[in-house]
């Protein structure tokens, strides 16, 4: 019987346990769903869309070098696979387990209609592998990640198929020009194409790269300015490799640097764990107490709107912050210390709801995830299963200065090229703001009063 395998975020062949396993079993069709309703609000966003077509076209052509295809479908993914295998006359799907909340009701939902078989693919193990002494599963990122480094090595890398037979008719496709990801007007992503090289193969030289480099990610890991962390995070979202080849790949390290990433590779488990206990994460706060905060709203308030366009647009008047938005605007992707310097600010100097950053994040990363998007958004503002950090509210300027992030103000605002530190970190105190930057949109004493005041009214204190 012909096997079909349903292709969502793992655009790769080697070590794609779900092809590896049909291509035992029989002739092969991989088939992607483009599925824009299933996900609802957390339908794919612009910068994703943009790496999903890379993506997809350069797989077809590793497909088609082993003389097979990847059809292309459009619609709800349970009913156009249904289709698909009425058409191939067979029952048989594989596919790669995923925990975002809408995949896992079309997984629920395809079993209960054809023969599905879900592999584990995307992480360093499945989700709930590790739990707590009473079988549970772990809510806080230390202790989980204590019991999955005693679990360590996670499984095999399974290689690619050395050959993939066809069946007797390849059934009809869509053609990718015609699902549009690529933006039109505007076209925003010629700074997107020129920051990344996209699919399998660039996946595997950009690791290749840092496994000369990882010995020092503990060192640089926080320097916006530095070239000093993996840059691997899109290529491991869409699946073009998975963490537990980059594990085997990095594991003959020895040093500070790897240790300190393997943590991270863990973190993007620990969100899938998030996640998978509590599926509403993109969207609920976890804490209901922050039900009650007074957020300023940008539907209701026009300076609030002002203020989220300001911060969207990288135009707040905090260098730092600018920078980071606007690498996010014009590369879909911002430095993790940044992504934490830019989120606080929204949250705290601007009191804004973490769900419209998560918004704005979902729509302009290359890498956004649902799982590492919702679960690092409600731990800055406090609202999630972790430590309270909403009363933690970053100095962006003090996170400039100690992080050293001149080059890379210099790099993003380039306005501000001309400065050097210690001005470079806030030109409007030193008296040397450039025309066209603006000044501060709110001062951090003031904003850092008004976040503890909303703080303090929801406790009732
Ligand atoms: P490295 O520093 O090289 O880390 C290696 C890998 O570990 C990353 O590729 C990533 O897969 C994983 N990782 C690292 N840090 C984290 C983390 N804090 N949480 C989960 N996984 C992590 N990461 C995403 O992949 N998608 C998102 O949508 C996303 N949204 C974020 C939103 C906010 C507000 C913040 C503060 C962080 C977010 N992150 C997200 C986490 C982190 O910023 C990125 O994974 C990291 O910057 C990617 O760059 P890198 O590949 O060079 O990471």
């Given at each position: ?19 590896h ?9 991989a088939?992607y769903?483009l599925?824009?309703a ?17 993506s997809?076209?350069s ?7 082993r ?8 619609g709800?993914?349970?009913e156009?696979l249904?289709?698909l ?13 995923h925990?975002e909340?809408?995949w896992?009701?079309?997984q629920?939902?395809l ?8 592999h584990?693919?995307?992480y360093?193990?499945?989700?709930g ?9 772990y809510?806080i ?22 050959t ?8 009809e ?13 505007p ?24 496994d000369?480099?990882?010995?020092d990610y503990e ?6 300015s ?6 691997l ?14 594990w085997h ?22 969100a ?28 209701g ?11 969207q ?6 260098p ?7 690498q ?7 430095h ?12 705290k ?39 309270n ?7 962006p ?20 090229s ?14 040397c703001?450039?025309k ?9 004493k ?7 005041s909303a ?7």
């Amino acid at each position: 019987d012909v096997q079909i395998v349903w292709l969502r975020r793992d655009l790769r062949m080697a070590d794609n346990p779900a092809l590896h396993e049909a291509a035992k079993l029989g002739p092969v069709c991989a088939v992607y769903v483009l599925d824009d309703a299933a996900a609802g609000h957390h339908a794919m966003g612009g910068a994703s869309r943009w790496w999903l077509h890379r993506s997809l076209e350069s797989l077809s052509k590793s497909f088609g070098r082993r003389n097979a295809r990847i059809v292309l479908r459009r619609g709800d993914a349970v009913e156009e696979l249904c289709k698909l295998a009425g058409e191939l006359g067979t029952r048989t799907v594989h596919a790669n387990r995923h925990y975002e909340p809408w995949w896992r009701k079309a997984q629920g939902t395809l079993s209960e209609k054809l023969d599905l078989t879900l592999h584990d693919g995307n992480y360093l193990f499945p989700a709930g592998h590790v739990t707590t002494g009473s079988g549970e599963p772990y809510k806080i990122y230390t202790p989980f990640y204590k019991a999955m480094r005693a679990q360590f090595p996670p499984r095999d890398a399974v290689p690619e198929p050395k050959t993939l037979s066809s069946p007797d008719e390849w059934p009809e496709s869509d053609d990718l020009a015609d699902w549009d990801l690529l933006p039109t007007k505007p076209d925003w992503s010629g700074g997107i194409a020129a920051f990344w090289d996209v699919g399998e193969k660039a996946a595997h030289h950009r690791l290749a790269e840092w496994d000369a480099d990882v010995g020092d990610y503990e060192a640089k890991r926080n320097l916006p300015s530095v070239d000093g962390s993996s840059r691997l995070s899109p290529h491991l979202h869409h699946g073009e490799i998975t963490p537990v080849q980059i594990w085997h790949a990095l594991k003959h390290h020895r040093s500070e640097g790897w240790q300190s990433y393997e943590s991270e590779l863990v973190w993007r488990d620990y969100a899938q764990n998030v996640i998978c206990q509590f599926p509403g994460y993109g969207s609920r706060n976890y804490r209901e107490d922050y039900d009650a905060l007074q957020w300023r709203d940008p539907s209701g308030d026009e300076n609030a709107a002002r203020d989220l366009e300001a911060w969207q647009k990288g135009m707040t008047g905090y260098p730092i912050v600018d920078a980071g938005m606007r690498q996010l605007y014009e590369t879909g992707w911002m430095h993790n210390r940044v992504r934490m310097i830019t989120a606080s600010f929204l949250i705290k100097h601007l009191l804004i709801d973490w769900r419209e950053g998560e918004k704005w994040f979902w729509d302009c990363l290359v890498d956004a995830d649902y799982g590492s998007n919702s679960v690092n958004w409600q731990w800055n503002s406090g609202t999630g299963v972790d430590s309270n950090m909403f009363v933690r509210i970053m100095a962006p300027l003090t996170q400039s200065e100690k992080f050293d992030a001149a080059g890379y103000i210099r790099r993003y605002v380039p306005e501000l090229s001309g400065l050097d530190a210690p001005h470079i970190h806030d030109p409007e105190a030193h008296g040397c703001r450039p025309k066209g930057y603006p000044r501060k949109i709110i001062a951090h004493k003031a904003g850092r009063e008004r976040a503890m005041s909303a703080y303090k009214a929801m406790k009732g204190e």
